[in-house]
T-cell receptor, first 112, second 116 residues
Framework: KNQVEQSPQSLIILEGKNCTLQCNYTVSPFSNLRWYKQDTGRGPVSLTI?????NTKSNGRYTATLDADTKQSSLHITASQLSDSASYIC???????????FGTGTRLLVSP | DTGVSQNPRHKITKRGQNVTFRCDPI?????LYWYRQTLGQGPEFLTYFQNEAQLEKSRLLSDRFSAERPKGSFSTLEIQRTEQGDSAMYLCASRKTGGARNTEAFFGQGTRLTVV
């Protein structure tokens, strides 16, 4: 079964601190991996898309890494802001099937 | 605003009633997805369309659920004889395929259904 697992389930950090979110997947064969940010009550918004040939990709204070051999990805948030409080969802697309397979997300709370 | 529009944003209905949601994707996007999300969980796949063709349906999509995309543009998701367990956020996403595999999928704001 194709699965995407994320950790931690929830995280509280102080404003200005850094944090790293983890994503492990079993989707195979793999096409690409995406990180989405979802504010409460709103639809997910894409942060980054990574193909199997990409190891690192940055989008402002967000940096995603991908190890296609170990099927692991991480999302690093630098100098967190209160507006970073949201759920961060890892999504994987496999080759040959076109569903977006979602992880259950990490709920991040940035505290002042 | 991602360009994907969902209506209504909120729907409260009595158990046993039928409801219909609409999704207007980004105009040139040929692929359209429906997902269901309950509180604290990631979205679960329901179905997707390639233009007007419904290519896959999840086992979550019971016979009370039906989705259409008659002209390959907007899509509707209908739930008949609603049950309290249908209460969730229903998300629509669209994507353009045919070229690179890593094209972005854009989500609507969702329709939050509450069955009382």
């Amino acid at each position: 079964k194709n699965q995407v697992e994320q950790s931690p389930q929830s995280l509280i950090i102080l404003e200005g601190k850094n944090c790293t979110l983890q994503c492990n997947y079993t989707v195979s064969p793999f096409s690409n991996l995406r990180w989405y940010k979802q504010d409460t009550g709103r639809g997910p918004v894409s942060l980054t898309i990574m193909t199997f040939s990409e190891n690192t990709k940055s989008n402002g204070r967000y940096t995603a890494t991908l190890d296609a051999d170990t099927k692991q990805s991480s999302l690093h948030i630098t100098a967190s802001q209160l507006s970073d409080s949201a759920s961060y969802i890892c999504v994987v697309i496999g080759t040959g099937f076109q569903k977006l397979v979602f992880g259950t997300g990490t709920r991040l709370l940035v505290s002042p | 605003d991602t360009g994907v529009s969902q209506n209504p944003r909120h729907k409260i209905t009595k158990r046993g009633q039928n409801v219909t949601f609409r999704c207007d994707p980004i105009s040139e996007h040929n692929r359209l997805y429906w997902y269901r999300q309950t509180l604290g969980q990631g979205p679960e796949f329901l179905t997707y369309f390639q233009n007007e063709a419904q290519l896959e349906k999840s086992r979550l999509l019971s016979d009370r659920f039906s989705a259409e995309r008659p002209k390959g543009s907007f899509s509707t998701l209908e739930i008949q004889r609603t049950e309290q367990g249908d209460s969730a956020m229903y998300l629509c996403a669209s994507r353009k395929t045919g070229g690179a595999r890593n094209t972005e999928a854009f989500f609507g704001q969702g329709t939050r259904l509450t069955v009382v």
